[in-house]
Each structure stands twice: as C-alpha cells, then as structure tokens.
C-alpha cells in the first residue's frame, strides 16, 4: 500500500544530485518512516541514479523530449531552456500521494519538519525580499494533474526571459498572502542562507528553531568541496555543514549500500540484473503522457537503517 505523503524534490544536474541526496540524508534523520521522490531529468547518469536509489525512496526520471503533451512540446521548442523547470513541475503529477512536501535541493534539514504536512494546501513560507511573496523553495500541496496542466498553460500565456520559478509560482498562487494564517509557513521552515548582513543576527538568535535552511545560487555548498570557504562566520558555518554531512555521512554511505549490493549480486546472472535495473529505471511511456507517473524502484528506509545499523556495528568492531 502507497503511503499518502512523502518529500519531493528535483535533480537536473549532477551537483544538484549531490543537494538532493543530502537534503533526503538530513530529511530521513528526523523523519525516518515518511518516503522521500526525487525527479530527475534525462542527463542524470546511471551511477548517479544508482546512488540516489540508496536514498530515495522513489527515483523517477522524466524526459520532456518523449512528451506527447502538445503545450509542453511548444514551450520547449519556444523557450528550450525552460526544460529544467518543467521538469519541476512534474511535482504536481504525484497523484499517488494525497498530499507532498516539496523543497529544492539546495536545502539541508535541521530539525523535524513533518509537521508541515497539518497546513493546508497550497502553504509556503514568505520569500525574505518580499514577504508579501512566498519562496518556492519549500511548499506544502495536493498532486493534482489538473492543476500541473493549469501550471503549463499559465506559463505558455504568460512567460517571458525574464520569469524565473518563484515568480511564477507566485503569479499562479497570487492569493497566497490573502489566504489565512495556517496557509503560512513560519520563516524557520525555510531560512534563505544569503550574503545578505541582515539576516546574520537573526540566524545567530533564533538558530535553534531553525528546521531547514535553503542556500542561495551563491553559496551552493557543493561549490566549497574542494576549496576554502570565504564568507561571513554565519554563513561559512552552514556551508561547512552541508560539506561534513555530503563528505562524512553521505558518500561513506552510499558508498557501503552499493558496494554491498554489488557483493549481493555476483551471483546473479548479468541479464537478469541488467533487466531489472532498467525495470526501475523507465517510466512506462503510455502513464507518463497520461499524467500517471510510475513509481521505479529503489529502497525502503527500512533497507537504508539496516546498512546505518551494519555500518555502526562494523565501526564499533573496528
């Protein structure tokens, strides 16, 4: 049986894969038993979808090229660097949940954010430039295919260069800031780590209620793996946490789940494990142009707690 929540959240690109498997690495530490989905666009390799199989409850991979979806096939052809965001949207598509959390992948968990699923649908906490506007980082919502259609005809009616995500968002949820209270994320849901000097006091004062915070395309922390951080105290703290949890925690990880799942299958024959893995792979083409996104396979947590629990015991061996 389908449990009817779960975390969304998208990969377009190999960096954004390695947001994405910390952001369901800190999710799972707080919320083990709640499925994490990650949509993922076709340039994704298969060692890259192998490793976010190790912590994704459901890998699903979407190619806009394939789609029969004749709104979508124009918008591309108009606007081809629209792709990313699209495959966003897919989001909306999730019908086998009753309701989602989806959040970027540039975000790191820090406290219990399960919560979130008792708000309403559509909730959001307020963008910190505007606060009149919400962050389309983090949102609360209903799948809805109808709604993802909606989505793809307001943008054809209404894009232009200079529309980026969260603007869209907002101009399609205009009324968010009219709805009540509950509709409204407090800002911890959602705290935009920026170089903005303003925000540095109010992360140092109210850092313990923070559940989750979001890096700005300026310090995306996948950026400092390899070279020193230079940034406000505040901010180099964030960042070298993001860089502990992916280094230390990780990829030892994901690391020991596919090393011992290649060990589980040497004895398997090599057209066997070839079919099956691209069982877990495709989504079934007729679904997709539906608006039905298929499921493919990859682990239950219990899976994943099970190598965590394997991992402490050969540690404390050692």
């Known amino acids: 049986m389908m449990p009817s929540e779960a975390y969304v959240t998208c990969a377009t690109s190999d960096d954004l894969v390695k947001g994405a498997l910390v952001l369901s690495y800190t999710i799972k530490r707080f919320d083990p038993h709640r499925p994490t989905v990650v949509i993922v666009g076709p340039l994704i390799s298969l ?28 918008l591309l052809y108009a606007n081809p660097s629209l792709q990313k965001l699209l495959t966003k949207y897919f989001c909306w598509t999730l019908t086998s949940f009753s309701k989602c959390v989806f959040m970027n992948s540039s975000m790191m968990v820090l406290n219990y954010i399960g919560d979130a699923f008792s708000r309403p649908t559509f909730s959001s906490a307020p963008e910190i430039s505007w606060p ?15 709604i993802f259609n909606s989505i793809i005809d307001f943008i054809g009616k209404n894009s232009s260069p200079m529309v980026d ?5 907002n101009e399609f949820f205009a009324d968010w800031h009219h709805l009540n209270i509950t509709h409204r994320l407090p800002y911890v849901y959602n705290v935009q780590i920026d170089s903005n000097p303003t925000n540095f006091s109010a992360l140092i004062r109210y850092e313990r209620n923070i559940k989750a915070v979001q890096f ?40 020991h789940v596919l090393n011992q799942e290649a060990f589980e299958n040497k004895t398997k024959q090599d057209d066997q494990c070839a079919v ?31 190598r965590l629990d394997e991992m402490r015991l050969s540690n404390k061996k050692t």
């Open 165 to 169: 995500d969260n603007m869209i968002m």
């Open 132 to 146: 009149d506007l919400f962050n389309s980082g983090f949102f609360v919502y209903e799948p809805s295919v109808n």
């Open 216 to 255: 700005g395309s300026n310090q995306h922390p996948w950026n400092y793996l390899e070279k020193n951080v230079d940034h406000d105290e505040t901010l180099n703290k964030y960042i070298n946490m993001w860089c502990s949890a992916y280094i230390n925690e990780v990829q030892p990880f994901v690391s």
């Open 276 to 306: 099956s893995f691209e069982d877990q792979l495709n989504i079934s083409k007729m679904n997709w142009e539906q608006g039905n996104i298929d499921f493919m396979g990859a682990h239950s947590f219990d899976h994943i707690q099970k």
């Open 47 to 74: 060692k890259l979808l192998k490793e976010l199989g190790t912590l994704f409850t459901y890998v699903i991979r979407v190619n806009l090229q394939m789609t029969k979806h004749s709104q979508l096939k124009s």
